[in-house]
């Protein structure tokens, strides 16, 4: 078994980027800068903006935090996304999900200027990508592509189980594995909660991409020897061993699946990273203006 470290993947490719960004600003270029619209105060999504804003510092980006309290309106978030869309310094920007229940995230993420969506959310970059145009793919599909080229692990031809059907990770990561491309043209299947036999689905995979945020769903007994396992799930659980009283659980029973797959990503340490990573990936493209121009 070989462990896929997402940590130490998205270090050198950090390295990479905060050298590319030197560059820009050596030859008088314009600093990439990734705005991120923060509502409420969820734990999650506090951890995951407070990440990409570090990521950002780490790299010599520019960020900018934009906070509201749950009780924020919904035309008040147009309103800043409409500002964000206009802002000539804010090169991409990204809305944290998920946003109260009194807010459309359909509509905010509609209201995204497409050449500034760095998640790659808003239906024409999910539109273009499945059409295998330039667009901007979002963050954890594409920091899975990422590791997967790494680790020179080819799905041409592979059976690829994906576990979850979410509009963030399960479906973008599936049209992405079945693309006639390289680290495509694999047979891929997409299991859900309504899906009837996944014990049996699961067996006859080469790779698993677990994305469904159900702790340990993934167990020992559901997968074959030599399997490659991407674990996407990151729910949080209590602990008492941890500062924070919390850690974060994979949807793979790690101690079960590891010792008969070939490949497999660690939580945390695995997915996460890369995530933070392709979102800065994404912020840099947007700023040098590739994918849309
Ligand atoms: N919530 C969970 N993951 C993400 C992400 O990648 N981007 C945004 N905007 N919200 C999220």
Redesign the pocket.
């Known amino acids: 078994m070989k462990l896929i470290d997402g940590k130490a993947t998205a270090d050198e490719i950090k390295k990479e980027i905060a050298e590319e960004v030197k560059q820009i600003k050596a030859a008088g270029g314009k600093t990439p800068h990734l705005a991120a619209v923060l509502v409420g105060h969820d734990g ?2 506090e951890t ?1 903006v407070a990440s990409k804003v570090k990521a950002c510092e780490e790299v010599g980006f520019d960020s900018s935090l934009i906070r509201f309290e749950d009780d924020v309106t919904e035309e008040e978030l147009l309103k800043t996304v409409d500002k964000l869309n206009n802002d000539p310094d804010v090169d991409g920007f ?5 946003l109260p229940k009194h807010i459309s995230e359909h509509k905010v993420i509609e209201a995204i200027d497409p050449r500034k969506d760095v ?1 790659g ?1 808003h239906p024409i970059n999910l539109g273009r990508m499945a059409l295998e145009l330039p667009s901007f793919v ?3 599909p594409a920091g899975i592509l990422m590791l997967l080229r790494k680790y020179k692990i080819n799905p041409h031809g592979a059976n690829v189980v994906v576990l979850g059907r979410s509009h ?1 990770v399960g479906k973008p990561i599936a049209l992405l594995l079945m693309q006639k491309r390289t680290c495509g043209d694999a047979t891929v299947t997409v299991c859900h909660s309504q899906t009837r036999n996944i014990k049996e689905i699961c067996l006859d995979a080469d790779i698993i991409i677990a994305a469904i945020g159900v702790p340990e769903f993934l167990k020992g007994d559901m997968v074959k020897e030599g399997v490659v396992v991407i674990d996407v799930g990151t729910t949080r659980v209590p602990s008492t061993e941890t500062k924070s009283g919390f850690k974060l659980k994979g949807d793979v029973a790690f101690d079960e699946v590891a010792p008969k797959a070939s490949y497999i990503t660690p939580v945390p340490g695995g997915v996460g990273p890369m ?1 933070i990573v392709s ?1 800065l990936k994404n912020t840099l493209l947007a700023a040098k203006k590739e994918i849309y121009n």
């Open positions: 999650g999504s995951y990204i809305v944290q999900l998920p998640d959310f979002s963050a954890t963030i995530t979102l």
